[in-house]
């Protein structure tokens, strides 16, 4: 089935069961799922009950969508994502960020746990996405272009909304939170990056790296979305500290710092019907 047909086929199977028509679309990383619980829910549709939905395998990932109020926002919340890296499509992967779209969201919030590539930083900081480098999985955008979502050939220059940062930048300031800024930048994954590997992701003007991430920011920029986005550092990347990385000691920083990641992250959405009007 064409990506297109598939798109349409699944949003037509849900679009009865979606409570109201989000504002904002939210992607929950690694170990961050749990703030979804503590909010406002109006509904949730899971994962498993969407025919030809793409399933998350990741463990920690509930595999759902989330509806919301946040605030005076309206908010989908994916807890859970797909990756790249579970065997699927390209076009799979993106196709809930597609779909949130179909829903109504005008803005993308994506979050992710990621490894520290700057030296300045360290396991626990928060950084706010300015930038990223995603040629090192396929382009969501290859093949034929789907016309009705966006123009074939999409400008990149400012992916990450200037306002949408300005919002997160404020928060953290009123919050208390220390927010560090920088490049992120998608390798494919499972497996996590070698030392060398590392030191290129520097050499390329990388900050954080992980697995998931920037191929969402090009499908949402593609259609218009105004995207914005959190990188946990939850480890330093391989061979900027002289132990091995395991998918645990991810889960236990994201535990640690999800208070102040949870605070940020709501408090920004808040704010952002300044911007949806």
């Known amino acids: 089935m064409k990506p297109e047909e598939k798109l ?18 939210l992607i929950l990383g690694s170990g961050l799922g749990n703030l979804a ?3 406002d829910i109006v509904d949730v549709i899971s994962y498993n009950d969407i025919e030809g939905f793409p399933v998350s395998t990741v463990a920690g990932h509930k595999g759902r969508f989330v509806f919301a109020h946040i605030g005076d926002v309206r ?87 200037e306002n ?28 996590y990056e070698t030392p060398a590997e590392v030191k290129m992701s520097r050499i390329l003007g990388a900050d954080a790296v992980g697995m998931s991430t920037a191929c969402e920011a090009v499908a ?18 391989s061979g900027i500290l002289k132990k091995p990385l395991n998918h645990k000691e991810v889960q236990e920083t994201a535990d640690m710092i999800s208070e102040k990641f949870e605070k940020l992250v709501i408090s920004s959405i808040r704010d952002m019907s300044k911007i949806l009007g």
């Open 164 to 191: 949408l940062c300005g919002i997160i930048r404020e928060n953290a300031d009123k919050t208390g939170v220390k927010l560090r800024e920088g490049v992120y930048l998608q390798f494919t994954g499972p497996e």
């Open 220 to 237: 949402a920029n593609h259609m218009n979305m105004m995207v914005c986005g959190i990188s946990c550092i939850t480890n330093m990347a």
């Open 37 to 39: 619980d503590k909010l």
């Open 8 to 25: 349409y086929n699944i949003f037509d199977g849900i679009k009865d069961k979606i409570p109201f028509e989000p504002q904002v679309a």
């Open 75 to 161: 908010v989908v919340i994916m807890q859970g994502r797909v990756h790249f890296y579970e065997g699927y499509d390209i076009n799979d992967v993106v196709l809930p960020v597609r779909l949130m779209k179909l829903m109504g969201a005008k803005i993308l919030f994506v979050t992710n746990a990621a490894g520290g590539v700057n030296e300045d930083f360290m396991p626990g900081d928060l950084m706010l996405i300015t930038d990223h480098i995603a040629k090192f999985v396929p382009s969501c955008l290859l093949g034929k272009n789907i016309d009705t979502l966006g123009e074939r050939f999409p400008d990149m220059s400012t992916v990450y909304n």
